[in-house]
């Protein structure tokens, strides 16, 4: 069994848990801070960012707590999770669901009856199952292409110099509503070497752009974290997925949610 080795998890555990109303409240203004300090160092308007607060592994009186402060769109990363929290909060006429995690084609039934949002986009079968189940549904869906712009072979995501040719056959299923591109950046102490991953997903896109198929726009980059939004945001972020600094640290360790970085090295003789 491969160990998983800690991630920047540890980097930003420490964030208390929110357990009221107000800690939501305090919480989210700081974090609107921080996405206000970072967009006036680079002159960018801060209405060009959306937060999306990502709610995993919190129980649903946690989320409800975090809509009472005002939130109306949370980020899942697991599908099974996110439709248990849909089920169960039906009440909220008004909340959206954003599946930000990996998906297999037998989960794209699930998301195609409740997410207003896809962002892990990465396969021609998963578009095609989602497609399919969504056209049952009358349903569309809004999609982020996930570029895997760190080189680890523990993340998902397409390899770059793929992107190109998936998004031309994205126009083939009329249900998926291409929005944009989605990274998740190398978890690492050195900014310089995060702030890489932004910057090449945002030269992907402007090259994605010049011979896009018509129809598709690509002009959302979600991009960002709690412990590098303000680097994502510098680099041209226009939506930032911000769990821990809302919601609290997670007890579960992050390989949970992505395959342990050192999987591959873990498994060759040491
Ligand atoms: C969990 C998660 C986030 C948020 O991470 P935090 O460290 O809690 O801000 C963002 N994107 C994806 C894909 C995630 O799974």
């Known amino acids: 069994m491969p160990v998983s080795t800690p991630t920047h998890h540890d980097r930003h555990g420490h964030y208390p848990q929110a357990s009221s109303v107000a800690d939501f409240e305090h919480n989210l203004v700081a974090v609107r801070a921080r996405i206000a300090t970072a967009c006036r160092r680079v002159g960018r308007d801060p209405s ?8 995993k592994t919190k129980p649903e009186a946690c989320l409800r707590l975090a809509y009472a402060a005002g939130c109306r769109l949370f980020g899942e990363n ?23 995690g990996h998906l297999q ?4 039934k699930l998301v195609a009856r409740f997410a207003r949002e896809f962002q892990a986009l990465d396969s021609l079968r998963v578009a095609e199952a989602l497609d399919q189940r969504l056209q049952a549904e009358g349903r569309a869906l809004d999609v982020f292409v996930q570029i895997n712009t760190s080189g680890e072979a523990s993340k998902y995501g397409l390899a770059p110099e793929d992107a190109s040719t998936f998004i031309r056959q994205l126009p083939a ?15 690492s102490a050195e900014a310089e070497r995060v702030r890489r991953c932004f910057v090449l997903l945002r030269d992907l896109r402007e090259r994605l752009r010049q011979n896009a198929p018509s129809g598709i ?3 959302e980059l979600s991009m960002g974290m709690s412990g590098d939004f ?14 821990q600094a809302i ?15 050192s999987s591959t090295d873990a498994a060759q003789p040491s």
Request: charge should be negative.
């Open 217 to 219: 726009a690509l002009d």
């Open 247 to 261: 919601f609290g640290a997670r007890l579960l360790s992050d390989s949970h949610y992505w395959p342990a970085t």
């Open 230 to 243: 303000e680097i994502a945001i510098e680099e041209g972020a226009t939506v930032v997925r911000v769990g």
């Open 78 to 100: 697991k599908v099974q999770e996110a439709f248990g929290k849909w089920e169960a909060m039906q009440d909220l006429t008004d909340l959206h669901w954003s599946v930000i």
């Open 173 to 187: 299923f009329s249900a998926l509503r291409v929005r944009g591109l989605m990274t998740l950046a190398l978890f």
């Open 105 to 108: 084609t037998n989960k794209a």
């Open 48 to 55: 060009e960012v959306r937060l999306l607060p990502v709610s």
